[in-house]
């Protein structure tokens, strides 16, 4: 799996957009980017999944760059629900027989 | 999305006892299940890779006879910590792939919050 290089923390303000960066330059063609969660003491939660192009669903937006080094994950109003880690995960498509390896993530505490 | 339970949600135990974890796929036959251990303001560590009907792959550095894990159906796979300490104290949470998005997805457990006093 690509590394994945992510900022320790990060704030947001209550109804604001959450703009989480994610730097994999290592990124092969055939791998994806997945996104989880983890709120305090309680299992990672999968977000969104992304090959190249952009993606949206119910819970947020992905956005990855054209030469595919970066993408970021968009929280497009922060409730403070959606306080906790997030992990950008890079891995192959094929892997379902293989654990996710999660990486140290990115604390987002949004406040009131 | 897959419906993982976990069981107990915590626990508490004194040392040199045995504690067992059970990680339930509710509506989706896991041929593998992963366990991961997760100490206080520290990420997700994969313990084992838990395979049904066969002997679980430990990660290095794992003692496989102090965390047995047991696959025994494709619903349900058990760890025993076994002579529990307080060092083992830790969350633990167990990981189902499913692959129903098309792609290796996965879907988590709870958790359990063990603590040997």
């Known amino acids: 799996d690509a590394k994945t290089t992510q900022p320790p923390s990060m704030d947001c303000a209550e109804g604001r957009a959450a703009n989480l960066p994610c730097n994999h330059s290592?990124?092969?063609?055939?791998?994806?980017v997945y996104w989880y969660r983890q709120i305090h003491s309680q299992g990672p939660q999968y977000i969104i999944h992304g090959l190249k192009n952009n993606e949206t669903n119910e819970m947020a937006s992905l956005i990855i760059t054209e030469d595919r080094k970066s993408s970021t994950l968009i929280l497009p109003h922060a409730t403070l629900r959606d306080t906790a880690v997030y992990y950008c995960i890079v891995r192959l498509h094929s892997n379902s027989g293989y654990a996710l390896n999660f990486g140290k993530g990115t604390s987002l505490l949004v406040t009131p | 999305g897959a419906v993982v339970s976990q069981h107990p949600s915590w626990v508490i135990c004194k040392s040199g006892t045995s504690v067992k974890i059970e990680c339930r796929s509710l509506d989706f036959q896991a041929t593998t299940m992963f366990w991961y251990r997760q100490f206080p303001k520290q990420s997700l560590m994969l313990m084992a890779t838990s395979n049904e009907g066969s002997k679980a792959t430990y990660e290095q550095g794992v003692e496989k006879d102090k965390f047995l894990i047991n696959h025994a159906s494709l619903t349900l796979s058990t760890l025993t910590v076994t002579s529990a300490h307080p060092e083992d104290s830790s969350f633990y949470i167990c990981?189902?792939?499913?692959?129903?998005?098309?792609?290796?997805?996965?879907?988590f457990g709870s958790g359990t919050r063990l603590t040997v006093v």
């Open positions: 990981s189902v792939s499913t692959g129903t998005r098309g792609i290796g997805s996965y879907t």
């Open positions: 290592t990124i092969s063609g055939n791998e994806y």
